[in-house]
């Protein structure tokens, strides 16, 4: 059984920073690729970043130069560090791998950003 356990989200003002972590157990963490993804009111569940088990990134075009995406495979954890924080950020962020289990999430951690 998967689990995902996401933490770090908050307010924070526009241009603040936050750091998301989500630790994976149940699966072998060191040779999967893992994604943030995030879903805001109204929208569809998007993927803004992946992380290969080499290191290899990828990140959706409205995120670039802002998030960096990194893992520990010692803690079987994934990271998603997040600068100059804009309104459009705000959304609920899920860990997954990518491409995504369907029946595996955790319960997301709430990002608002305030203008």
């Known amino acids: 059984q998967v689990q995902l356990v996401e933490s770090g989200g908050g307010l924070v003002q526009a241009g603040g920073s936050l750091r998301l972590s989500c630790v994976v157990s149940g699966t072998i963490f060191r040779i999967i690729t893992m994604g943030w993804y995030r879903q805001a009111p109204g929208k569809q569940r998007e993927l803004v970043a992946a992380?290969?088990?080499?290191?290899?990134?990828n990140y959706v075009d409205s995120v670039k130069g802002r998030f960096t995406i990194s893992r520990d495979n010692a803690k079987d954890t994934v990271y998603l560090q997040m600068n100059s924080l804009k309104p459009e950020d705000t959304a609920v962020y899920y860990c997954?791998?990518?491409?995504?289990?369907?029946?595996?999430w955790g319960q997301g951690t709430q990002v608002t950003v305030s203008s």
């Open positions: 997954n791998k990518d491409p995504k289990w369907d029946k595996y």
């Open positions: 992380i290969t088990s080499s290191g290899h990134t």
